[in-house]
């Protein structure tokens, strides 16, 4: 049995070409070491490797690995069975190892008093790449720059290859950690559509908006700029019936009328105003 101890100079490694990870978690999740996968088959090793992945050079307590697996059921050879998922993955990342390589499998994936680090350097990671075009594009919206903040952020969504996590059976802690993910990538997308829009592609932006209103029918932001589209596009009347449908829908799921901005766009639309700035409706 391994004695889960403190190990104290568990940093990330910096690791020669061949020892460099790549992690991939937007969409079906890739996770490879010198250019070989190391993601199990099965599935609790497989939310074991996810998680340990996504806090990628952070500790993550065994406390937290367990409650992933097993919720609040955590049986009594829990703390066994997890060790064996460990053995497992570092099987795995030691057959990706070169035979000459000066690492071994527990410098990569390294126990620490009651918790367990992969302590290498991503190469790749499609997550922290996402935010951090994501975060970029946001700045130049906020200063202006519509243009560049548009491709930074197309660039940004292009990342994604399906919902987050879409092949791992997660459970509660991979749960809120996929939930997280999609809504930012739900405000990327509404951020993008936001530069586009003062790019003046209104027109262009008419069917992806319809979509998105159909998959979050209550999400304001989207009704919004879905009226503001139709209005500069010349169809006031399909931006009342986007109004009226989104009315009907919190009435009917919350029992609450929409926001003041929403009322108040729905009545610059009744009043053909035409042009709808996004700032009066506190969409930038």
């Known amino acids: 049995m391994e ?7 568990a940093r ?42 996504l806090r990628c050079g952070r500790v993550v307590p065994v406390s937290t690995l367990m409650e992933e697996i097993w919720g609040d059921k955590v049986p009594r050879s ?55 075009l994501t975060a970029e ?6 200063a202006g720059d519509a243009e ?11 990342l994604w290859r399906g919902p987050a996590l879409m092949d791992v059976p997660a459970g509660q802690v991979l749960e809120m950690e996929a939930m997280g993910m999609e809504e930012s990538r739900m405000r990327a997308q509404e951020l993008r559509i936001l530069a586009d829009l003062q790019l003046g592609r209104h027109a262009m932006l008419i069917p992806e908006l319809r979509m998105l209103v159909a998959q979050s029918p209550m999400h304001e932001n989207f009704c919004a700029m879905l009226m503001i589209a139709l209005q500069r596009s010349g ?42 700035p996004l700032a009066a409706y506190d969409l930038v």
């Open 148 to 158: 560049t903040a548009s491709r930074l952020l197309s660039r940004a969504l292009e």
């Open 3 to 9: 004695i889960i101890q403190d190990v104290v100079t």
């Open 235 to 276: 169809a006031p009347w399909r931006a009342l019936q986007v109004f009226r449908t989104l009315r009907q829908t919190l009435i009917g799921e919350l029992g609450v009328e929409p926001s003041n901005r929403l009322q108040r766009l729905h009545q610059a639309v009744l009043s053909n105003v035409p042009d709808l």
């Open 78 to 132: 829990g703390t066994t069975t997890l060790q064996t998922y460990i053995l497992q993955l570092r099987k795995l990342i030691a057959r990706s190892l070169p035979d000459d390589s000066p690492l071994s499998a527990k410098d990569l994936l390294v126990t620490h008093f009651n918790g367990y680090q992969l302590a290498i350097r991503p190469s790749a990671f499609d997550l922290r790449e996402f935010e951090r």
């Open 12 to 53: 990330p490694v910096e690791a020669p070409d061949e020892q460099t990870m790549e992690i991939n978690v937007l969409g079906p999740v890739r996770v490879r070491v010198g250019g070989h996968s190391v993601v199990p088959t099965a599935g609790k090793p497989k939310q074991v490797l996810t998680l340990l992945a």
């Open 137 to 142: 594009g946001d700045a130049l919206l906020a």
